[in-house]
């Protein structure tokens, strides 16, 4: 896991600021209005659109924007979309799980994009439920480290249900039941600590190790599927260590 989580907050400073940013932005402003129509405008008492403003104020989305897209969601301005959530699930190269989550005004084009960035990047869809027991929904916490050592980081979350925290280097991350999430970040603002992002994922029960080469395939299916405009996020059951991260240029 923590192979993976490493890979993926690369991935994330990277998309932060290169030239995926449009496509970062557009799912980021998603977010904020999906959860500004199922649990209304008020951050404060939607911590769910609390956390998705947060997230995009951290990846320095425009306030004006931010705001638009909340107004959307809740109807207080007219244009929302009808967005629909749909998880696809497949496999990618070395029989690597993928679950791929979707969030769509058209099932039809989200369906065809999908299938063929598999097909492309040998990766191949599967029916419902042939990949899904391999995950399990999680709350997951990514804090910057500043200064702060892992049982600093324990104790201040062990209490608001926090399972475990990991090292990632530059920053931590805290693995929690999903419906613990609001609570752990709450723990971590009480404790006066600043968070990168937290959210609701799916982390795999069961990894696959992967070599420089089937990691590059894999990579190269995850940026394939991230591509799709109306893919929100990707998930992948693979492990890779910090010398295949550096072998595979991730």
């Excluded at 809740?74 to 993928?98: M, S």
């Excluded at 324990?154 to 608001?160: F, G, P, Q, S, T």
């Amino acid at each position: 896991m923590s192979g993976h989580s490493k890979w993926a907050t690369t991935k994330h400073k990277k998309a932060a600021l290169d030239a995926k940013r449009g496509k970062l932005f557009a799912r980021l402003i998603k977010n904020i209005e999906v959860a500004a129509r199922t649990g209304g405008g008020d951050p404060d008492g939607n911590p769910t659109l609390y956390d998705a403003i947060q997230k995009a104020k951290k990846n320095s989305v425009p306030q004006d924007n931010i705001e638009r897209a909340r107004k959307r969601g809740a109807g207080e301005e007219a244009g929302g979309a009808d967005w629909q959530n749909i998880t696809y699930e497949g496999y990618g190269p070395n029989g690597v799980a993928v679950l791929i989550e979707c969030l769509t005004d058209n099932k039809n084009r989200a369906a065809s994009e999908v299938r063929t960035a598999l097909t492309r990047n040998n990766g191949t869809l599967a029916d419902p439920g042939s990949v899904a027991y391999l995950f399990n929904r999680k709350g997951v916490v990514i804090m910057p480290k500043n200064g702060l050592s892992e049982d600093d980081v324990l104790m201040a979350v062990l209490d608001a249900g926090a399972e475990e925290v990991n090292d990632l280097g530059e920053s931590f991350e805290i693995v929690s039941e999903a419906g613990d999430l609001v609570s752990v970040r709450t723990a971590l603002q009480d404790a006066g600590y600043d968070y990168e992002s937290a959210e609701p994922t799916f982390l795999a029960s069961v990894n696959v190790p992967l070599d420089a080469e089937a990691a590059k395939k894999v990579f190269r299916l995850i940026d394939a599927l991230e591509d799709c405009d109306d893919v929100q996020n990707v998930y992948a059951n693979f492990d890779v260590s910090d010398e295949v991260m550096a072998e595979a240029g991730a």
